[in-house]
T-cell receptor, first 115, second 114 residues
Framework: EAGVAQSPRYKIIEKRQSVAFWCNPI?????LYWYQQILGQGPKLLIQ????????DSQLPKDRFSAERLKGVDSTLKIQPAKLEDSAVYLC?????????????FGPGTRLTVT | AQSVTQLDSHVSVSEGTPVLLRCNYS??????LFWYVQHPNKGLQLLLK??????LVKGINGFEAEFKKSETSFHLTKPSAHMSDAAEYFC????????????FGIGTKLQVIP
């Protein structure tokens, strides 16, 4: 079974530029998550999708971050414009259905450096 | 509302001695609880999970955790540490009600001394 795929693996941009990350979850997984993990901290949930719909985006900085999940499969996370404090690893994860009963499978992450 | 507190940011043990990583949680509903491990430059991997079945949960690599509702705790243990256990460990809570929000703890870095 293929795992969660993410691209790019690394990205360096200047502040005020825009950037987009892509995630392809495990086939058949209805729930998709984007996390931000700042160095030395635990992952912070940015947004959670259930199929096409957003379940939780309470910690997504909506003035600069946006995310979509097309046709309930792939997802993109965009930052525009980027700030220095956005430097982090962005993790995508997926699970069969509810996170209550099903484990999340994590992708390798995208390491973003904003200079 | 839900939250999770990992009581130690760093734990250091000698190889062959027991491991105890502490986690307390707060949840408005019956929670599911997880422990994930993150090795350096590797992805997050599930160690074990509690989803209202047996309160003592066994996971991979000899780890286990006990759900104690009265103490709102879900501590992770292993009888004998191995060098390969050196990693960061995250306790995670997910409410069974509402939108089943997921919350990670800040992590505990486990150092194993030879």
């Amino acid at each position: 079974e293929a795992g969660v795929a993410q691209s790019p693996r690394y990205k360096i941009i200047e502040k005020r530029q825009s950037v987009a990350f892509w995630c392809n979850p495990i086939s058949g997984h209805a729930t998709l998550y984007w996390y931000q993990q700042i160095l030395g901290q635990g992952p912070k949930l940015l947004i959670q999708f259930q199929n096409n719909g957003v379940v939780d985006d309470s910690q997504l900085p909506k003035d600069r971050f946006s995310a979509e999940r097309l046709k309930g499969v792939d997802s993109t996370l965009k930052i525009q414009p980027a700030k220095l404090e956005d430097s982090a690893v962005y993790l995508c994860a997926s699970s069969l259905e509810s996170p209550t009963a099903y484990e999340q499978y994590f992708g390798p992450g995208t390491r973003l450096t904003v200079t | 509302a839900q939250s999770v507190t990992q009581l130690d940011s760093h734990v250091s043990v000698s190889e062959g001695t027991p491991v105890l990583l502490r986690c307390n949680y707060s949840s408005s509903y019956s929670p599911s609880l997880f422990w994930y491990v993150q090795h350096p430059n590797k992805g997050l991997q599930l160690l074990l999970k509690y989803t209202s079945a047996a309160t003592l949960v066994k996971g991979i690599n000899g780890f286990e955790a006990e759900f104690k509702k009265s103490e709102t705790s879900f501590h992770l243990t292993k009888p004998s540490a191995h060098m390969s256990d050196a990693a960061e460990y995250f306790c995670v809570v997910s409410d069974s009600g509402g939108y089943q929000k997921v919350t990670f703890g800040i992590g505990t870095k486990l150092q194993v001394i030879p």
